[in-house]
């Protein structure tokens, strides 16, 4: 819980992450472009699959379900992405820690609204491409998105930035007792992007295996918001799901504060 006379401290993080976000948008736009590459792959994979494939549906899927789906999975995947990791890592291991835990900040809270600051620019960037999005599933997929769906996207779409945002914390916290965690955060990137639904829709691992990520935080990062806005869901599973994913939220802060404070007491600083 943050006090009241906090919030202001805070909200010029929040105003720091924003203002940065805006000198470096080439960079995020640069980032934007190359992440459209795989989604071009994936869609000529999946033309070439189908065209050799007998049957009309793979895994429950039709041809224009899973190029919308690879569409949508793209878009979300990188809304929701952090990219903060080694600047935590380099903070713990440069000593630069030590700046913050002298000041009366929050090093936790500085973070997510520097994060949301920056996410800031970003959803507006982002906004286009989901508009073009829903164009295109109105048009050619013959998915028609009410209020409803948009209100419930945006709401779970903002829930996975800040879920996704605890769940890489956590990870960045193995920067207490790692030397070198490049490699780690790279590997948790690849394995978040598959078991997250970012590459493949999670029901084509099949039934056990979805019901398996239904227990975790991973499913309501991308393949849930995506499901949201492809009309697969109806309104009671979708209040669920919301209801869940702000229940992972709270958990994932109290593991990032707890991991957070035992890796504060094993902390030294060895530069800054």
Known sequence: MIPIYSISKYTKCYSLGL??????????????????IPVFIQYYLWTAIFDN????????????????????????SKIIATGFEN??????KSGGLSTFLVKPVSYINLKVFTFLGGKSVQL???????????FLMNTYFGIDNGPQTIITFVISIILAIILNFFLFFCISTLA???????GVFSLAQI????????????DMFGKNMLTFFSYTPFKYTV???VNILSGKLDISEVVWGIIIQAIWVVVLLLISQVLWNIGSKKYTATGG
């Open 19 to 36: 203002k940065n976000e805006m000198e470096y948008r080439t960079n995020f736009i640069m980032s934007l472009l190359i992440g459209i």
């Open 53 to 76: 494939s007998t049957s009309s549906t793979i895994h429950g899927y039709s041809y224009s379900q899973i190029i919308s789906y690879t569409i949508m999975s793209g878009v979300v």
């Open 87 to 92: 600047e935590i890592a380099h903070d713990i």
């Open 124 to 134: 507006i960037i982002m906004a286009f491409f989901i508009v073009v999005i829903l």
């Open 176 to 182: 207490f007792w790692m030397t070198d965690t490049w």
């Open 191 to 202: 394995v978040v992007s598959i078991v997250s639904g970012g590459i493949l829709p999670l």
């Open 223 to 225: 393949y849930f918001p």
